[in-house]
């Protein structure tokens, strides 16, 4: 692992509810209005497409309640949105079955930003990226990588997929839908290149990073070896203050031991007890909970308030940040 550390610092050396606010090369970017108060409230669900099997429905349930209770602005998904193998097209049935059919209640009739995970790349990709299934439910936003802007808060949205090495070289008998993507190398370099810019030009007082494999975990997949030498250390240099995360089928919070983000897993959607924890791993670890559930986030200028809630809406674990204005001077 320190030899991962030591690299990834050698690397670095070497309209809706929401608006469009620019389409160029660059990460396209959005906008979604804060309350007149000042805030913005989430909710954020990864890992959860099974036709309401699996405690998807009762996970639902209890994401409706809170919103409620909290008023949310907008849901994030951190991918996994469609299993086992993504849409076959446009036309699939499990986007209504295990999307729009599902998270019915009042409150989550909110935008929804998603990105992609791995299980989405099984299928037809350009399917789940189209904006066609809009006109089935205006809710949904799928883009590979994008930015939201609220004004207090930057969100990164990073597809982390095409990062990982076994995809590509060891994919067993699974097929993934690479359009777009390849080649892989100008992809993955032209991403952290806009990343980099988008993180340089934002002037929010919160910068979060969501992606849909973890940096960090002591969950059944482990630490995102290819993550930590190419993406965590952009993280870093730009002071970013979470990275949240899906792909592990739990809820959990690391505090990195160097920096001062924080890392987040909410992949608890759906499938989960894997009952594989890593024990030598566990440097910074905060909470963990290897059960469904979902995660919330209230952020102002200058405090965020982050709490898990497993599928009876119990609060399982919460931290409470905050830090000063942010000055471009």
Request: net charge neutral; with cysteine; aromatic share 12%.
């Amino acid at each position: 692992m320190a030899g991962l550390w030591n690299h990834s610092l050698q690397w670095v050396l070497a309209c809706f509810s929401f608006c469009i606010i620019s389409i160029s090369a660059e990460l396209q970017r959005f906008e979604h209005p804060i309350k007149a108060n000042g805030s913005l409230s989430i909710l954020v669900i990864g890992d959860w497409g099974r036709r309401g099997h699996y405690n998807q429905s009762l996970v639902a349930d209890q994401m409706g309640k809170i919103g409620e209770k909290l008023n949310i602005d907008l849901v994030v998904s951190t991918g996994d949105n469609f299993y086992e193998n993504g849409l076959t097209s446009i036309h699939d049935p499990s986007f209504k079955k295990s999307f729009a059919k599902i998270y019915t209640a009042k409150s989550l009739q909110k935008q929804w930003y998603s990105v992609l995970g791995n299980h989405d790349y099984r299928g037809n990709v350009e399917a789940q990226l189209n904006p066609i299934l809009r006109k089935i439910d205006r809710r949904w936003l799928c883009l590979r990588s994008f930015v939201l802007s609220s004004g207090i808060v930057d969100f990164f949205f990073v597809d982390t997929t095409p990062f990982v090495d076994n995809y590509f070289l060891r994919p067993g008998h699974h097929t993934y839908d690479w359009r777009g993507v390849l080649p892989r190398k100008e992809y993955l370099a032209k991403l952290l290149k806009d990343l980099d810019l988008a993180l340089t030009a934002s002037t929010a007082n919160w910068k979060i990073v969501i992606g849909h494999h973890p940096i960090r975990t002591i969950g059944h997949h482990g630490d995102t070896a290819e993550l930590i030498v190419r993406l965590l250390p952009i993280l870093e240099v730009h002071d970013v203050d979470m990275y949240i995360n899906g792909h592990d089928h739990c809820l959990e919070h690391i505090s990195s031991t160097r920096r001062k983000i924080q890392f987040l897993t909410s992949g608890g959607g759906s499938k989960a007890w894997k009952g594989d924890i890593d024990q030598l791993n566990q440097d910074g670890l905060k909470f963990y909970y290897d059960g469904q559930g979902f995660m919330s986030a209230k952020l102002t200028q200058t405090e965020a308030r982050i709490v898990f809630y497993d599928i009876f809406g119990k609060v399982l674990h919460n931290l409470d940040l905050s830090k000063e204005l942010y000055s471009t001077m």
